[in-house]
């Protein structure tokens, strides 16, 4: 790839595929839309033109606080043709979060999505003391200046870029060959799971360097559609966009909810979609209400061919040395010992393609070829049940400081329990806690190094030393441990780490994903810093407590009472007590001694980061009478 920028890959590949669709909307709640990359360059030219009459330079931040949209990406590529960065943010935020965010970058323009996003930037104007325009992407606006800031339309916008092109046609083409790589081309502010947002400066090479290597692992072909269900602001949907782009396949917008997004992959058929774990254990969920409701025969049928094709899927795996060896394994061996019960198991998984599969691979629009999971880790019984099912599932890791990707599964060898091997070009290394590089099989923090990392945090030097050293090596804070292959397996955040008062050392997420697997578990957060024994918080799944009620005559006049009954509290401990115990694979100081059932109110930007992973120290603070309760 000759290209030095993300502007630049947006006009190579509008020159070699000018007709194929870039983008796919619903227009007015209709039928989807096709934008070819002819069509989008043409707007995103125009754009960028309008927005350089508002004085958008060469080095300039500006905010764009909107949801995964067309015109976002049209307002990306605008704003790093100009040569500026982008500061971008979904409509969760809150003022003050704005505040701080588009305040530190100092930004001249700010771009939102509708109404709502105007009046909070505008509530917050005169802390912000270099705003001097709001564009808006949704409907009109008074352009009279408001609070010392002067409102524009996209409408407006693209027709005074309109106006420009026409005077001086080259003038984006000039500004595009100015390009670097080097250019910071997006300050990404992190809403992690502790602490103040740390501004995260990428520049054009972290992306494309992605662009260039993803491919090696996932076959993508021009005209494939992604469907986009995630927030854009996010790195990982963001590299999702730019290898779209540079593969010139097509980007159709939906949301992350289960009736919408599976209606939408219904009519468009996508073969692709990023997107995070929480997603695929909504739809196994799914499956598995509906499943249940029908009972009898068809819920025996169902779980029978379940178990059929988990099986049919370990035996190939070992058949096709797809099996994570922490410690050194013989392939031949493993093969040997599978091949006959694999070929005996065949025509079974076959059966079970014909009678169950196939229906689910049908509600994914009956072309889809693999969903792309990241931001956090995949539970290993969703991508158990999926593998059972034939549907691929291709787990990810990296980080917003990694611009994310680090590592994913190869499309042709997926080795299940990992993350597949670190892109071309990056290097890893199992560190322990005096830095000492630790041998495949051993768990320690993962340290990686690569074009993809990040060039520091946004006006945090001090930061910035804490994570990345003189050399280049990255602190991820995350744990994992190495195959002796090189595939990656990510066992959970260093700071996390649980230690009780015996001097025991847990991870917390490995837990809290097996409790998950209960259908009547939505959410569970491990707690016992400090104590005796560990404990746990229960947000039950409202729906599944409330038929258990029901089926069960447990009297409730509204469904939340059913947090404080005692039948409901004796059913998920048994649920608790069942799943996480020595026979399912955990120590004894592992086990869950207590439980409280909560509220499932927790929200992004509150109780959850973007990427919906728990907030571990706003969840103590809130929850912090019932917590100190499980250990009176």
């Given at each position: 790839?000759?290209?030095?920028?993300?502007?630049?890959?947006?006009?190579?590949?509008?020159?070699?595929?000018?007709?194929?669709?870039?983008?796919?909307?619903?227009?007015?709640?209709?039928?989807?839309?096709?934008?070819?990359?002819?069509?989008?360059?043409?707007?995103?030219?125009?754009?960028?033109?309008?927005?350089?009459?508002?004085?958008?330079?060469?080095?300039?931040?500006?905010?764009?606080?909107?949801?995964?949209?067309?015109?976002?990406?049209?307002?990306?590529?605008?704003?790093?043709?100009?040569?500026?960065?982008?500061?971008?943010?979904?409509?969760?935020?809150?003022?003050?979060?704005?505040?701080?965010?588009?305040?530190?970058?100092?930004?001249?323009?700010?771009?939102?999505?509708?109404?709502?996003?105007?009046?909070?930037?505008?509530?917050?104007?005169?802390?912000?003391?270099?705003?001097?325009?709001?564009?808006?992407?949704?409907?009109?606006?008074?352009?009279?200046?408001?609070?010392?800031?002067?409102?524009?339309?996209?409408?407006?916008?693209?027709?005074?870029?309109?106006?420009?092109?026409?005077?001086?046609?080259?003038?984006?083409?000039?500004?595009?060959?100015?390009?670097?790589g080097d250019d910071l081309a997006t300050i990404i502010f992190t809403s992690g799971t502790t602490g103040e947002p740390k501004g995260v400066?990428?520049?054009?090479?972290?992306?494309?360097?992605?662009?260039?290597?993803?491919?090696?692992?996932?076959?993508?072909?021009?005209?494939?559609?992604?469907?986009?269900?995630?927030?854009?602001?996010?790195?990982?949907?963001?590299?999702?966009?730019?290898?779209?782009?540079?593969?010139?396949?097509?980007?159709?917008?939906?949301?992350?909810?289960?009736?919408?997004?599976?209606?939408?992959?219904?009519?468009?058929?996508?073969?692709?979609?990023?997107?995070?774990?929480?997603?695929?254990?909504?739809?196994?969920?799914?499956?598995?209400?509906?499943?249940?409701?029908?009972?009898?025969?068809?819920?025996?049928?169902?779980?029978?061919?379940?178990?059929?094709?988990?099986?049919?899927?370990?035996?190939?795996?070992?058949?096709?040395?797809?099996?994570?060896?922490?410690?050194?394994?013989?392939?031949?061996?493993?093969?040997?010992?599978?091949?006959?019960?694999?070929?005996?198991?065949?025509?079974?998984?076959?059966?079970?393609?014909?009678?169950?599969?196939?229906?689910?691979?049908?509600?994914?629009?009956?072309?889809?070829?693999?969903?792309?999971?990241?931001?956090?880790?995949?539970?290993?019984?969703?991508?158990?049940?999926?593998?059972?099912?034939?549907?691929?599932?291709?787990?990810?890791?990296?980080?917003?400081?990694?611009?994310?990707?680090?590592?994913?599964?190869?499309?042709?060898?997926?080795?299940?329990?990992?993350?597949?091997?670190?892109?071309?070009?990056?290097?890893?290394?199992?560190?322990?806690?005096?830095?000492?590089?630790?041998?495949?099989?051993?768990?320690?923090?993962?340290?990686?190094?690569?074009?993809?990392?990040?060039?520091?945090?946004?006006?945090?030097?001090?930061?910035?030393?804490?994570?990345?050293?003189?050399?280049?090596?990255?602190?991820?804070?995350?744990?994992?441990?190495?195959?002796?292959?090189?595939?990656?397996?990510?066992?959970?955040?260093?700071?996390?780490?649980?230690?009780?008062?015996?001097?025991?050392?847990?991870?917390?997420?490995?837990?809290?994903?097996?409790?998950?697997?209960?259908?009547?578990?939505?959410?569970?957060?491990?707690?016992?810093?400090?104590?005796?024994?560990?404990?746990?918080?229960?947000?039950?799944?409202?729906?599944?407590?409330?038929?258990?009620?029901?089926?069960?005559?447990?009297?409730?006049?509204?469904?939340?009472?059913?947090?404080?009954?005692?039948?409901?509290?004796?059913?998920?401990?048994?649920?608790?007590?069942?799943?996480?115990?020595?026979?399912?694979?955990?120590?004894?100081?592992?086990?869950?001694?207590?439980?409280?059932?909560?509220?499932?109110?927790?929200?992004?930007?509150?109780?959850?980061?973007?990427?919906?992973?728990?907030?571990?120290?706003?969840?103590?603070?809130?929850?912090?009478?019932?917590?100190?309760?499980?250990?009176?």
């Amino acid at each position: 790839m000759n290209t030095q920028t993300i502007p630049q890959l947006l006009r190579e590949t509008t020159k070699d595929h000018p007709e194929v669709a870039a983008q796919m909307s619903r227009v007015d709640g209709g039928a989807f839309i096709p934008r070819s990359y002819r069509e989008l360059y043409e707007e995103v030219t125009l754009f960028a033109a309008g927005l350089r009459t508002l004085g958008v330079t060469r080095g300039a931040n500006v905010g764009l606080i909107a949801e995964n949209r067309a015109e976002w990406f049209v307002s990306d590529l605008a704003i790093l043709s100009l040569g500026a960065a982008d500061v971008p943010r979904g409509n969760d935020s809150t003022a003050a979060d704005l505040e701080f965010i588009l305040g530190l970058p100092k930004c001249p323009v700010v771009i939102v999505e509708n109404e709502a996003q105007l009046e909070k930037v505008l509530s917050i104007a005169r802390s912000l003391k270099d705003l001097k325009h709001l564009v808006i992407l949704e409907g009109e606006i008074d352009s009279k200046p408001a609070r010392g800031v002067r409102g524009h339309s996209y409408a407006q916008i693209r027709e005074a870029g309109s106006t420009a092109i026409a005077k001086d046609p080259e003038q984006i083409e000039r500004e595009i060959d100015q390009g670097s790589g080097d250019d910071l081309a997006t300050i990404i502010f992190t809403s992690g799971t502790t602490g103040e947002p740390k501004g995260v400066q990428l520049s054009h090479t972290n992306f494309l360097y992605q662009v260039g290597c993803i491919p090696e692992r996932i076959d993508i072909n021009p005209g494939d559609i992604w469907l986009c269900v995630l927030p854009v602001w996010h790195s990982f949907e963001r590299i999702i966009q730019y290898l779209a782009l540079g593969s010139a396949t097509t980007l159709a917008y939906s949301k992350p909810i289960g009736t919408v997004m599976l209606a939408d992959m219904a009519e468009i058929r996508p073969k692709w979609m990023a997107s995070v774990p929480r997603i695929w254990e909504a739809v196994r969920a799914g499956i598995y209400r509906n499943i249940k409701s029908q009972g009898g025969a068809k819920e025996a049928l169902f779980r029978f061919f379940v178990s059929v094709g988990g099986t049919h899927k370990r035996l190939s795996d070992m058949v096709r040395g797809l099996v994570p060896d922490f410690k050194k394994r013989i392939r031949i061996l493993d093969a040997a010992i599978a091949i006959v019960p694999l070929l005996l198991m065949t025509p079974l998984k076959a059966l079970g393609n014909a009678l169950v599969f196939g229906k689910i691979k049908a509600r994914l629009g009956g072309r889809f070829i693999a969903g792309v999971s990241g931001g956090g880790a995949l539970p290993p019984a969703v991508d158990a049940f999926f593998g059972a099912a034939g549907v691929l599932l291709l787990e990810g890791y990296g980080l917003t400081e990694t611009a994310p990707v680090l590592a994913v599964r190869h499309q042709s060898g997926p080795v299940p329990g990992t993350v597949g091997k670190m892109l071309v070009g990056t290097e890893c290394q199992i560190r322990d806690e005096g830095g000492a590089v630790l041998p495949p099989g051993t768990m320690g923090v993962i340290h990686v190094r690569g074009p993809q990392v990040m060039r520091g945090y946004y006006e945090r030097p001090e930061m910035t030393a804490r994570v990345l050293d003189a050399d280049g090596w990255l602190n991820t804070g995350d744990l994992g441990m190495l195959t002796h292959r090189g595939e990656l397996k990510i066992t959970g955040r260093a700071k996390d780490t649980i230690v009780l008062l015996g001097g025991e050392n847990i991870e917390p997420l490995p837990i809290e994903q097996k409790l998950q697997e209960s259908e009547y578990i939505e959410r569970a957060v491990v707690v016992g810093q400090d104590q005796k024994y560990l404990a746990t918080l229960i947000c039950p799944n409202g729906e599944a407590i409330e038929r258990y009620a029901d089926e069960n005559h447990v009297p409730y006049m509204a469904a939340e009472d059913l947090l404080e009954s005692e039948a409901i509290a004796e059913l998920i401990t048994s649920e608790v007590a069942g799943l996480v115990n020595t026979h399912t694979g955990f120590k004894g100081f592992e086990l869950i001694y207590r439980t409280r059932l909560v509220p499932d109110d927790f929200e992004v930007g509150r109780e959850l980061s973007a990427k919906q992973e728990i907030k571990r120290h706003i969840i103590a603070e809130r929850f912090s009478r019932e917590i100190a309760a499980l250990f009176s």
